[in-house]
């Protein structure tokens, strides 16, 4: 079983920047691809980024490409995102999900096996 706790959120204003950190129980966490997700209120959960088990490979959805970086220090089981330049739209509870092994990136909700609690980000304007 793999336990995931997300922190670092807040509320900011527009044009601020925050990081996130996802901390991960288990000792397979390098092996894992590892992804975030965010949901607004009133609307489904949706994919933000995820990065390989090694971190070689990080895919974006185009409503943060540029402005958010993931990354990952397999040495400490953490997994961040870096957000700059926040927007009033990205307002959301951020997840952290987990995925028990593969060899690419994974953009599915399906995909994944663990998640974390989530973690509040509000932009004011």
């Known amino acids: 079983q793999v336990q995931l706790v997300e922190s670092g959120g807040g509320l900011v204003q527009a044009g601020d920047s925050l990081r996130l950190s996802c901390a991960a129980s288990?000792?397979?966490?390098?092996?894992?691809?590892m992804a975030w997700f965010r949901q607004a209120p009133g609307k489904e959960r949706e994919f933000v980024a995820t990065?390989?088990?090694?971190?070689?490979?990080?895919y974006y959805a185009d409503s943060v490409k540029g402005r958010f970086t993931i990354s990952r220090d397999n040495a400490n089981n953490t997994v961040y995102l870096q957000m700059n330049s926040l927007k009033p739209e990205d307002t959301a509870v951020y997840y952290c999900?987990?995925?028990?092994?593969?060899?690419?990136?994974?953009?599915?909700?399906?995909?994944?096996?663990?998640w974390g609690q989530g973690t509040q980000v509000t932009v004011s304007s």
């Open positions: 999900a987990a995925r028990a092994g593969g060899k690419s990136y994974y953009v599915k909700e399906y995909e994944y096996d663990y």
């Open positions: 288990g000792r397979a966490f390098s092996t894992y691809p």
């Open positions: 990065i390989s088990w090694s971190g070689g490979i990080t």
